[in-house]
């Protein structure tokens, strides 16, 4: 049927639609086919402008965000938007990108290293997914922007403020989670040692002998997070601990004193070779504190200070001159026996060989009673039972 008589059906049947169906349905069937696809078209067009204008109010949202969590939010969209929405959207983002770069900035600013971490690491992958999204429209000065961006975040920022984090902090016991995650981040790396050697050697230029809250944050460093850190850290105070050759505060010396790691501070002692630092301590401490171990941790170090060694064992020596475990243990403890001389070490030993005897002795002794004191009682029990009648009993009489 053409068209002109068509529409001559339609218009004799007054434009009735069941009527022009009946007398021609493939004509309308056709008719209302093409209806459909042009208005699905339209809505297509229009969900399409719409969209196109959803993502380009979407880039100008994303500079005026308030938070971190607002911003990547919005970027996260546009990341889904961008390769559907065509070369509008990439062009307005072109113009917007150094203002969306200075917002990431400025959002990014006040937040803890821990979390400068994890956002520019979030957000370098944005970048790159932006860069990737936009490289179907040609449009090189954008794709080149974010791919670039994308690893200067990382490679430039973030060593940046890691840098300036390490460089401006006091490593305090309250700072071991972000030197945590700049170790956990660091050790991803190709070469984790352009942030960790300089950080380490930031650490090590404070004073591990009196910085009483550098001590507290190594005790807090965990092996298995702080991996490098920890074990440079511990190294120092190990070498410190034990080298005879370094300071350590009264503060620190107190401080394990009172959470009784009382034997590093004896072995310290025992082996500080610093005459002057010694005799400071000595002054500070020795019979002070009322602990034998901390006394005898100086009379066994052989550096030469003023002291009054031997008139303190004389004295201990006295007091105690009766119990053998007392004079047994300042008989082993290492300087003693410089101390008292070979003849005094010598009575002393006779001392306790004496008290062991005299212990022995008195043991025997008090047996001795003791079977003396059964036997007098086993006699008088006997002798009792002699002195008792013998009953015989009656027969008794048929």
């Not at 956002?119 to 790159?128: A, G, I």
């Not at 449009?139 to 390490?166: C, H, W």
């Not at 394990?256 to 630092?277: A, C, H, P, T």
């Not at 101390?339 to 002794?365: A, C, P, Q, W, Y």
Request: aromatic share 10%.
């Amino acid at each position: 049927m053409s068209v002109t008589e068509f529409l001559s059906i339609a218009k004799e049947s007054k434009y009735n639609i069941l009527d022009i169906y009946k007398q021609a349905p493939n004509e309308v069937l056709i008719l209302i086919g093409v209806i459909l696809f042009i208005l699905l078209v339209i809505y297509f067009l229009i969900r399409r402008s719409i969209k196109i204008s959803f993502a380009v109010k979407l880039v100008d949202k994303i500079q005026d965000s308030k938070s971190y969590d607002e911003y990547n939010e919005k970027i996260s969209a546009l990341v889904d938007e961008l390769p559907k929405r065509g070369l509008k959207v990439a062009d307005v983002l072109n113009a917007s990108k150094d203002h969306i770069l200075f917002r990431t900035s400025k959002l990014l600013a006040n937040m803890s290293i821990s979390d400068k971490i994890d956002k520019y690491l979030e957000v370098s992958q944005k970048y790159k997914q932006l860069a990737d999204g936009s490289a179907k429209y040609k449009n090189q000065e954008l794709t080149e922007f974010y791919d670039t961006k994308s690893k200067e975040l990382l490679d430039i920022n973030l060593n940046e403020e890691i840098a300036y984090y390490y460089q401006n902090t006091y490593f305090t016991s309250d700072e071991v989670n972000n030197v945590n995650r700049i170790i956990k981040y660091a050790n991803t790396l190709e070469d984790s040692s352009t942030i960790l050697t300089p950080m380490i050697d930031t650490i090590n230029q404070f004073s591990y002998g009196y910085n009483l809250e550098l001590f507290k944050f190594i005790e807090a460093l965990d092996e298995k997070e702080s991996k490098q850190v920890y074990k440079n850290c511990n190294e120092k105070v190990e070498e410190l601990l034990t080298s005879g050759e370094s300071e350590v505060s009264i503060n620190i010396l107190d401080y394990l004193l009172e959470k009784e790691e009382n034997q590093k501070v004896y072995d310290y002692i025992s082996s500080l070779k610093l005459s002057g630092y010694l005799q400071q301590l000595h002054d500070l401490y020795f019979n002070k504190k009322d602990d034998i171990n901390l006394d005898l941790a100086f009379i066994a170090n052989p550096t030469k200070i003023n002291s009054e060694y031997k008139h303190y064992l004389d004295e201990s020596l006295t007091s105690n001159w009766r119990d053998p475990e007392y004079i047994e243990f300042i008989s082993k403890a290492p300087g003693v026996l410089e101390v008292l001389g070979h003849m005094e070490f010598r009575t002393l030993i006779e001392r306790i060989d004496n008290i062991s005897i005299e212990n022995e002795n008195r043991k025997m002794v008090e047996e001795a009673l003791t079977i003396a004191k059964r036997a007098e009682s086993i006699a008088l029990e006997a002798k009792s039972l002699n002195k008792k009648p013998i009953i015989v009993p009656s027969t008794p009489s048929n």
